[in-house]
């Protein structure tokens, strides 16, 4: 069985830093195109940042230059770093494992940006 589970969500100031961790089971987070998402009230789910299995990263330009995916293939965790938060970045922020036709996501952790 499959588990994607996000953790360290939560409440900052505008300008302020968050780290989200994306812990998986059941897969190798290396084989897959891993990436976050963010859902905003009332707004469709958007790509944030990607890591493929070779190592591409991909941003959305609404957050190049602030926000940073990693991958940890020892603990199969993925991380997302957000830095110069905005209170447009408020959203639940969702992780994704992809490989061809398999699409996994976590439950999702709460960002809430106070301006």
């Known amino acids: 069985q499959v588990q994607l589970v996000e953790s360290g969500g939560g409440l900052v100031q505008a300008g302020g830093s968050l780290s989200l961790s994306c812990a998986a089971s059941?897969?190798?987070?290396?084989?897959?195109?891993m990436g976050w998402y963010r859902q905003a009230p009332g707004k469709q789910r958007e790509l944030v940042p990607t890591?493929?299995?070779?190592?591409?990263?991909t941003s959305a330009d609404s957050v190049k230059g602030r926000f940073t995916i990693s991958r940890d293939s020892a603990n199969n965790t993925v991380y997302l770093q957000m830095n110069r938060l905005k209170p447009e970045d408020t959203a639940v922020y969702y992780c994704?494992?992809?490989?061809?036709?398999?699409?996994?996501w976590g439950q999702g952790t709460q960002v809430t940006v106070s301006s």
């Open positions: 059941g897969i190798i987070i290396s084989r897959y195109t």
């Open positions: 890591i493929t299995s070779g190592g591409t990263t």
């Open positions: 994704n494992a992809r490989l061809w036709t398999l699409s996994y």
